[in-house]
């Protein structure tokens, strides 16, 4: 089974800022939320064979916390969306062409400067790829935009809907691997979330 996993919490997400490539590590509120995720998932009997995140120092902390003593490969096609000169934006005033992409993710081309979403799918869809067929339990540490694309790309029908919603830090998604393909994705939640409960919109 593969595990995909939003890394914890960082200042930035904490202040609503556009994050992005910055490389900030998690704040307490994070390392909770990672230790948390890894206990649960522990508690439902699972263990990790192999653990792959993106190199950005807040998505390895959240892989070292979920999956301790099992050594964490980086692999850039992991990392966030390239926002470019958006990079640390207010996500409480963005600017007009933001709303705008942020309002339609499907129709929508990103602004200038920034990675369109279909490169995200693309990066992140080639590496998931190289997992089909694995019997190990795999965990994928990783952000939420590219966590979307790895999400679009396993469900071909999905018409861009999971680019409008919204994943919390430290959400977790599930999906079987087998050698004809991938199983469709399932949402596992976010530890100590109340079951049946919606996530609350956020960054």
């Known amino acids: 089974m593969i595990y995909v996993i939003r890394h914890g919490q960082t200042k930035l997400n904490n202040a609503k800022l556009l994050q992005g490539r910055s490389d900030l590590p998690l704040n307490e509120t994070g390392m ?5 995720a890894g206990h649960w998932l522990a508690g439902q ?16 902390q ?3 916390l979920v999956a301790p003593g099992v050594p964490v ?8 969306m390239d926002y470019g000169p958006y990079e640390g934006s207010d996500l409480q ?3 007009p062409e933001i709303i705008e992409f942020f309002s339609d993710f499907v129709h929508n081309p990103a602004p200038d400067g920034m990675e369109q979403l279909s490169e995200v799918v693309a990066r992140t869809g ?12 795999v965990l994928i540490s990783t952000h939420a935009i590219a966590m979307k694309g790895i999400l679009e790309y396993l ?18 998604y599930v999906i079987d691997s087998t050698a004809s393909g991938f199983g469709v994705p399932e949402r596992l939640g976010i530890a100590g979330e109340t079951k049946g409960a919606k996530p609350t919109p956020g960054v």
Do not use: H, M
Request: with cysteine; proline share 5%; aromatic share 10%.
């Open 155 to 172: 469900t071909p029908t999905s018409g861009g809907s999971y680019w409008s919603k919204y994943v919390g830090n430290c959400e977790v």
């Open 93 to 95: 005033n963005p600017a």
């Open 45 to 60: 009997g699972v263990s990790f064979q192999r653990v792959y995140s993106s190199p950005l120092v807040r998505a390895i």
């Open 32 to 36: 909770e939320q990672a230790r948390a």
């Open 73 to 80: 490969v980086a692999d850039d096609r992991l990392i966030e």
């Open 62 to 64: 959240t892989a070292e």
């Open 126 to 137: 080639e590496f998931v790829e190289e997992l089909k067929g694995t019997s190990d339990n």
